[in-house]
């Protein structure tokens, strides 16, 4: 028997992954289109890899609740109560209302405090010599020439 080719062996694997490991659930017109390459090795591997995911997920859909459990739920079940009308939803807001007050002013405190960091982190850093040159130029004692020197007036 001719080897198969990949791409079928590819749309053999999408089946098996859409539709399990066992041909017979497959639909009709697929069974068809792969009866002459289910009785190779290939065919068998891709098979296998599907059963074995087959066996995971029949597993894993076994529902491990107890019934006991069920009815200890539904025993305890209450509805909720229905609401009247606008009065009472604003009522039931009444509790976080109270804390609206607090929540903008932390919300003004958030934001000036990341606002006072951005200005901040904004600014450029003062070197010593430049802190130098202010206090320099505040005091009128001396003048910076082109090259960097500083000359000093002794009136």
Do not use: H
């Amino acid at each position: 028997m001719a080897p198969i080719s990949t791409e079928r062996l590819e749309a053999l694997q999408f089946c098996a992954d859409a539709f399990g490991g066992d041909p017979a659930r497959w639909p009709a017109e697929r069974r068809a289109e792969f009866a002459d390459i289910l009785d190779t090795n290939e065919a068998a591997a891709v098979l296998a890899e599907a059963r074995t995911l087959d066996g995971f997920l029949n597993a894993a859909t076994a529902p491990r609740m107890s019934e006991d459990l069920m009815n200890r739920v539904m025993a305890n079940y209450q509805p909720p109560k229905a609401q009247a009308g606008l009065f009472d939803f604003l009522r039931s807001l009444a509790p976080v209302m109270r804390l609206a007050p607090a929540g903008a002013l932390a919300g003004i405190g958030a934001l000036g405090m990341a606002s006072g960091v951005m200005s901040a982190s904004a600014q450029e850093t003062l070197t010593p010599e430049y802190e130098a040159l202010a206090y320099m130029d505040d005091l009128a004692l001396g003048e910076l020439s082109d090259d960097g020197g500083l000359s000093w007036d002794a009136e």
